[in-house]
């Protein structure tokens, strides 16, 4: 909403690294005067630059990443995109890396979500691409 209010004020979209540095600001204050935490990974994608990612932590930290994941999973779905990550994968190889770390989530993590949705940002915008269901619709390794 407020990035919105930005981009229609001047005329011109936000650049995503500009996102990035309008929630780092807003982390910044609202993190000095009413404490609170929050992890955002913002992804977009820009004309000149093609597809960001960006982290930023709950102390208005602000990193561009090829991957990311915060909480208790990104423990493991981490370690398994530092293994199988390349650049310039399809949809169908990052798919299946991004199903790879929701099994490890859930065969690790003793109270694992029990839903995941998995979305995409690319040059046609941002969708949902599809949902992976409590953990009853897939198998997971015995120990």
């Known amino acids: 909403m407020i990035l919105e209010s930005c981009k229609s004020s001047s005329g011109v979209p936000l650049l995503v690294i500009a996102s990035g540095y309008v929630l780092l600001l807003l982390s910044a204050f609202e993190c000095t005067y009413n ?3 929050v992890n955002i990974l913002l992804a977009g994608y820009d004309k000149e630059t093609g597809p960001s990612l960006f982290y930023i932590d709950y102390i208005a930290t602000l990193h561009k990443v090829d991957k990311g994941a915060f909480g208790y999973g990104s423990y493991f779905s981490l370690a398994m995109m ?5 650049s310039g994968m399809t ?3 990052a798919i299946d ?3 790879k770390c929701i099994m490890e989530i859930r065969s690790r993590l003793v109270v694992a979500p029990p ?3 998995i979305k ?8 949902e691409y599809a949902w992976r269901e409590s953990v009853k619709d897939a198998a997971v390794p015995s120990a």
């Open 35 to 37: 404490p609170y935490f």
């Open 82 to 86: 530092d293994r199988h990550y390349k």
């Open 91 to 93: 949809v169908e190889e």
């Open 97 to 99: 890396l991004v199903d």
């Open 115 to 117: 839903n995941f949705v």
């Open 120 to 127: 995409i940002v690319d040059k046609d915008g941002a969708r």
